[in-house]
């Protein structure tokens, strides 16, 4: 009886293991199949910019009819599609820091305020027609101890994407801040068109776009904010029902600095 027993705790113990290996396989092969399509998605977004540098240095090269004027247009294009590639490898590198898990933080003092502003100015520069932002600054007084530069990278995108998505006749966003429960809560809402409820979540995805045709970037800023605000110990979600487009900030800040 005893050995009967023992054999069917032995026969358990295999179809146990036998399940954890099918499991493991079942995660590799997904594992594979996303980096496959990691890879053809890269692929394809180096393969736009890369084709119009192509086309048009062929086009200076061979034509000798052009004039100064198309000279210059065409070189222009070359440019800002190598600016974009850039930016393009630039994300993709920051993206794959942040996801290895090996990315050092830089824990520096400062004040909310004064890392608005400054991610204000930054994301608006160069900006012909920069939205309007509103602000309650004394809301903004809060002492912040994290890291400042990743902390202002993430707004930075969210507002830059504001300015690219707000309403293109009063370009207008607010930018609001409370605390809850020792959570610092940032929220950005923009007078755009929002993004609908079904791609709300997908939107933090890599190479997720809503409207393609708002051409720009490669759908790897709201990914980058994530990881970002992650590593940080807060998130950023997309706030449903406020109007526009809207994205909330949180991040946990010290006790002392809650009580201010
Ligand atoms: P992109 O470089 O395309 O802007 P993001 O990751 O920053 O990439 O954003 C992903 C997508 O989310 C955008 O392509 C856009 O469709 C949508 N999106 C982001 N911010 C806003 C916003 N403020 N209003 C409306 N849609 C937005």
Do not use: W
């Not at 198309?70 to 600016?83: F, G």
């Not at 490898?89 to 502003?117: F, I, K, Y």
């Not at 993004?195 to 790897?220: C, H, N, Y």
């Not at 807060?234 to 600095?257: C, I, K, N, S």
């Amino acid at each position: 009886l005893e050995y009967s027993s023992r054999l069917e705790a032995q026969s358990a113990e295999l179809s146990r293991t036998a399940r954890k290996l099918q499991e493991a396989n079942e995660k590799l092969t997904q594992i594979s199949a996303q980096k496959d399509s990691f890879l053809s998605q890269v692929s394809h977004e180096l393969r736009t910019p890369m084709t119009s540098i192509r086309a048009f240095s062929e086009i200076l090269r061979d034509a000798d009819t052009l004039n100064p004027e198309e000279k210059r247009r065409y070189a222009n294009i070359i440019h800002d599609e190598a600016l974009r590639l850039t930016r393009l490898l630039n994300d993709l590198l920051d993206l794959s820091v942040l996801e290895s898990g090996q990315v050092s933080l830089n824990m520096r003092h400062g004040t909310l305020g004064d890392l608005l502003d400054h991610a204000v100015s930054a994301a608006l520069a160069g900006y012909e027609r920069p939205l309007r932002v509103v602000r309650n600054r004394a809301d903004e007084t809060l002492h912040l101890y994290s890291d400042l530069d990743r902390l202002s990278q993430v707004f930075i995108n969210l507002i830059a994407n504001a300015q690219k998505y707000c309403d293109a006749t009063a370009p207008e966003l607010t930018i609001s801040v409370h605390l809850s429960g020792g959570v610092l809560v940032v929220d950005f809402i923009d007078n755009g068109s929002g993004i609908p409820v079904r791609a709300q979540e997908l939107v933090f995805e890599k190479f997720a776009r809503v409207s393609v045709e708002k051409a720009g970037g490669a759908g790897l800023g709201l990914a980058i904010c994530r990881e970002i605000m992650m590593r940080l110990g807060g998130d950023v979600t997309y706030l449903q029902g406020a109007g526009g487009g809207a994205f909330r900030v949180t991040l946990p800040v010290a006790r002392e600095m809650a009580a201010q």
